[in-house]
């Protein structure tokens, strides 16, 4: 494993026992901003694009289907995850 990505690790693993769980989101998630939308890589430019704002809808690429199977392996997941060793 890459020096810095354990040294990463040991970090987020100290805020995460020196911490409140509140504190230590504000943390990890200061100076984030939320994504409005993507747009395409393509180099056209489509009309049609630029009218409907080319946002990116995620609910295009999945069914339902995978929705409900995503949610199930995320309950079971999210319960055995050990946030401090999660990849950042």
Known sequence: ???????????AL????TRS???AARIFTEGLKPVLGVR???TDSDS?????????DPDVLVDDHDVR???QMRGRIGKKRDFATAPF
């Open 21 to 23: 769980s509140q504190d």
């Open 48 to 56: 049609e694009d630029d009218e409907e704002g080319d946002v990116f």
């Open 1 to 11: 494993m890459p020096i810095i990505v354990r040294f990463l690790q040991e970090a």
């Open 69 to 71: 199977r995503h949610r």
């Open 14 to 17: 100290y805020v995460l026992t």
């Open 40 to 42: 395409s890589n393509s």
